[in-house]
């Protein structure tokens, strides 16, 4: 104990014992941040694999469906047209949604928000008494049934919306990283496996479609994968870049230089739609703004208005509102001595 009280109050010794520590407790992070960072992307790998199994059309079966066995039945309870049903599937489509069962399981969903409503309110309006009350419930029952017919529609087409930006937002980064690969001796569809590995954590949407366009090209022809995949997110920058992909793969041409002024005119066009919504922020803001500035100006004058219309009430009628009344009740005397028949001047008769 002794030599080790005596190597501790060396200060030469303290001082590697502290780089010693100092090197350790480095070491212990940056381990722990690989470790982090590697099990997060296991993870999205995982998922990822996860999504594409599920997705798979063999693994489809009914018992799979949102509903199970009932999501047929409930599903022809609405009809729906044909050109209704080729613009519904491919919002599905466009929203993410490959399974061969999501358009039955969306009208199945949508039967169900539709005549749970309207069951609850007929069960309600027969537990009531007044016919006011059954005449609420039942308006409350259908306003919640068209709610139930729509909203489902509407979720499919704003998460369609927003999942063609995440794509279009990722496709530059992707086709340099393509050019990269493609310039390197790849080809198209190592330099789609590769990209794919480097995307899933910045743009794990288009990552996925990418890993589907592998597999499908793997399956059948690259130029079928890439015209299903335009297809699935209606993009006409995705077109553009199966038809780029498909002439390099079949003629054999070096597509670098194309990509490369692609991708290039892609951030310009971005860009321009970017100072576009730029310059009309101000215009939309500029109602707003008005309102702001009129409630802001009705809380400043109210209290001024307030204790000016007391101020006046008080000095006119008296200090409470009982007293207004006395005074208004009360009839004024005139000040003087009393006029009476005795004082009262004589008037001279004619």
């Given at each position: 104990?002794?030599?080790?009280?005596?190597?501790?109050?060396?200060?030469?010794?303290?001082?590697?014992?502290m780089l010693?520590?100092?090197?350790?407790?480095?070491?212990l992070?940056?381990l722990?941040?690989y470790?982090?960072l590697?099990?997060r992307?296991?993870?999205?790998?995982?998922?990822?694999?996860?999504?594409?199994?599920?997705?798979?059309?063999?693994?489809?079966a009914?018992?799979d469906?949102?509903?199970?066995?009932l999501?047929?039945?409930?599903?022809?309870?609405i009809?729906?047209?044909?050109?209704?049903?080729?613009?519904l599937?491919?919002e599905?489509?466009?929203a993410?949604?490959?399974?061969?069962t999501a358009l039955?399981e969306y009208a199945?969903?949508?039967?169900?928000f539709?005549?749970?409503?309207?069951?609850?309110?007929?069960?309600?309006?027969?537990?009531?008494e007044?016919?006011?009350?059954?005449?609420?419930?039942?308006a409350?029952?259908?306003t919640?049934?068209?709610?139930?017919?729509?909203?489902?529609?509407?979720?499919?087409?704003?998460?369609?919306?927003?999942r063609q930006?995440?794509?279009?937002?990722?496709?530059?980064?992707?086709?340099?990283?393509?050019n990269?690969?493609l310039?390197g001796?790849?080809?198209v569809?190592?330099s789609?496996?590769?990209?794919?590995?480097?995307?899933h954590?910045?743009?794990?949407?288009?990552?996925?479609?990418?890993?589907?366009?592998?597999?499908?090209?793997?399956?059948?022809?690259?130029?079928?994968?890439?015209?299903q995949f335009?297809?699935?997110?209606?993009?006409?920058?995705?077109?553009n870049?199966?038809?780029?992909l498909?002439?390099s793969?079949?003629?054999?041409?070096?597509a670098?230089?194309?990509?490369?002024?692609?991708a290039?005119?892609m951030?310009t066009?971005?860009?321009q739609?970017a100072?576009?919504?730029?310059?009309?922020?101000?215009?939309k803001?500029l109602?707003?703004a008005?309102?702001?500035?009129?409630?802001?100006a009705?809380?400043?004058?109210?209290?001024?208005?307030?204790?000016?219309?007391?101020f006046?009430?008080?000095?006119i009628l008296?200090?409470t509102?009982?007293?207004?009344?006395g005074?208004?009740k009360?009839?004024?005397?005139p000040h003087?001595?009393?006029?009476t028949?005795?004082?009262?001047?004589?008037?001279?008769?004619?």
């Amino acid at each position: 104990m002794d030599q080790l009280r005596d190597f501790l109050n060396d200060a030469q010794n303290y001082e590697l014992l502290m780089l010693a520590g100092v090197f350790a407790a480095v070491v212990l992070v940056t381990l722990a941040g690989y470790f982090v960072l590697a099990r997060r992307r296991r993870l999205l790998d995982d998922k990822l694999r996860q999504q594409l199994d599920a997705d798979d059309p063999g693994l489809s079966a009914p018992g799979d469906m949102v509903l199970g066995d009932l999501t047929p039945a409930l599903a022809a309870q609405i009809p729906m047209g044909e050109g209704d049903r080729s613009e519904l599937q491919q919002e599905l489509r466009q929203a993410g949604y490959y399974r061969p069962t999501a358009l039955l399981e969306y009208a199945a969903l949508r039967t169900v928000f539709v005549i749970a409503p309207l069951i609850a309110a007929g069960t309600l309006a027969l537990l009531v008494e007044t016919p006011e009350s059954s005449v609420y419930i039942w308006a409350g029952g259908i306003t919640a049934a068209i709610l139930g017919f729509s909203l489902p529609r509407i979720y499919v087409y704003y998460r369609g919306k927003a999942r063609q930006f995440e794509i279009e937002r990722g496709l530059p980064t992707a086709i340099d990283m393509l050019n990269l690969c493609l310039s390197g001796g790849l080809n198209v569809i190592t330099s789609l496996e590769r990209v794919v590995k480097e995307l899933h954590n910045a743009y794990p949407v288009l990552a996925y479609e990418l890993e589907i366009v592998r597999r499908q090209a793997d399956l059948k022809t690259l130029d079928f994968a890439l015209n299903q995949f335009a297809n699935r997110t209606g993009l006409p920058n995705v077109r553009n870049l199966a038809v780029i992909l498909g002439q390099s793969e079949n003629l054999g041409a070096d597509a670098s230089n194309t990509l490369r002024e692609y991708a290039d005119s892609m951030r310009t066009a971005m860009k321009q739609r970017a100072d576009e919504m730029a310059n009309k922020a101000p215009f939309k803001l500029l109602f707003p703004a008005y309102l702001m500035a009129m409630g802001a100006a009705v809380l400043i004058i109210s209290p001024t208005i307030l204790e000016f219309t007391a101020f006046r009430q008080q000095n006119i009628l008296g200090h409470t509102r009982e007293q207004g009344r006395g005074a208004l009740k009360t009839p004024t005397v005139p000040h003087g001595p009393a006029v009476t028949a005795a004082n009262a001047p004589s008037v001279p008769a004619n």
